[in-house]
């Protein structure tokens, strides 16, 4: 018998995970699947990409770490003493790289007051419903492939208001999802495997992706979220370092995104939100 494929999700998240007035009203979380028999050809050309400009493949990419002046100072252009044209030529082919062919993505992002009008004392934590979301997409994806889905979250720390541990709560969603498949949609994840790993993006280049899709998606609904829910929107606004990644979001019928590659939740209407594969 042929051997199944297996795939491997390296998600990371992007806003705080909390509700309340001084945190971000989005949440997302952002996965970046690849096929386990590509991966290590993918990470070597990354490394390679790194070498050429650092000088060592030890370099964690960050998006705040790029896009803020002072972070880009002290962890990229100081230390390794590359300019600021050099670190600009990096991030191009970087991008370039994250258009692979090898590459397809998924991102869910929670409107924390929508949810809270919605749902009430009743309402979810946002990253819950993010993972949920984004799992019922992976689990699809997975199983139209035949394949085996495994997953890799970015490590993470701190706990919610009532002191349970944010990375414990997440395994334990997981594992019910598994167990008891979706409330609402009745899914059962039989392609995913029973437990997620935790990982340091340090050490997984595609952690390192996973970060800057996740920002690049949040972005896109703190600067144009409320056009998702607009039918006057003819077209949907797109965040400069989020549209040329459109195209390796999984797509569906009509090369629509929305519920597809990009689910946001709550909505109050559906989005009609369709990528251009071709200029």
């Known amino acids: 018998m042929p051997q199944r494929t297996v795939l491997r999700c390296y998600l990371d998240d992007s ?3 909390e509700y309340g007035a001084n945190t971000s009203r989005y949440f997302v979380y952002a996965g970046v699947i690849v096929d386990r028999a590509v991966e290590p050809d993918l990470s070597r050309e990354i490394d390679e990409l790194k070498v050429g400009t650092f000088g060592t493949a030890t370099v964690e990419i960050k998006s705040n770490w790029l896009r803020i ?5 002290a962890r990229y252009l ?16 970087f991008y370039k790289l994250m258009r692979s062919d090898r590459l397809t993505y998924l991102a869910a992002a929670i409107d924390k007051p929508q949810m809270l009008a919605r749902y009430q004392n009743s309402a979810w934590y946002p990253s819950a419903t993010a993972y949920q979301l984004l799992l019922q997409r992976y689990q699809m994806h997975a199983a139209g492939l035949d394949a085996i889905g495994q997953i890799t979250i970015d490590d993470m720390s701190g706990s919610t208001p009532k002191k349970n541990q944010w990375r414990d709560l997440l395994r334990s969603h997981h594992n019910r999802l598994k167990r008891d498949g979706c409330q609402m949609t009745k899914m059962q994840f039989t392609n995913l495997v029973d437990a997620p790993r935790f990982g340091s993006s340090e050490r997984f280049n595609l952690l390192q992706i996973a ?3 996740a920002y690049n998606v949040f972005r896109q609904f703190r600067d144009n979220g409320d056009a998702w829910d607009r039918d006057d929107a003819k077209a949907m606004k ?16 009509r090369n629509r995104i929305e519920g597809w590659g990009i689910v946001k939740w709550p909505h109050e209407r559906t989005s009609r939100w369709r990528v251009k594969l071709t200029e």
């Open 78 to 93: 100081a230390p390794f003493h590359v300019s600021e044209q050099q670190l600009t030529a990096f991030v191009e082919a």
């Open 69 to 73: 002046p002072r972070e880009r100072q």
């Open 211 to 213: 970060d800057l899709v």
């Open 15 to 17: 806003g705080e995970k």
């Open 238 to 253: 797109t965040y400069k370092h989020l549209d040329p990644l459109l195209k390796r979001f999984r797509l569906g019928p």
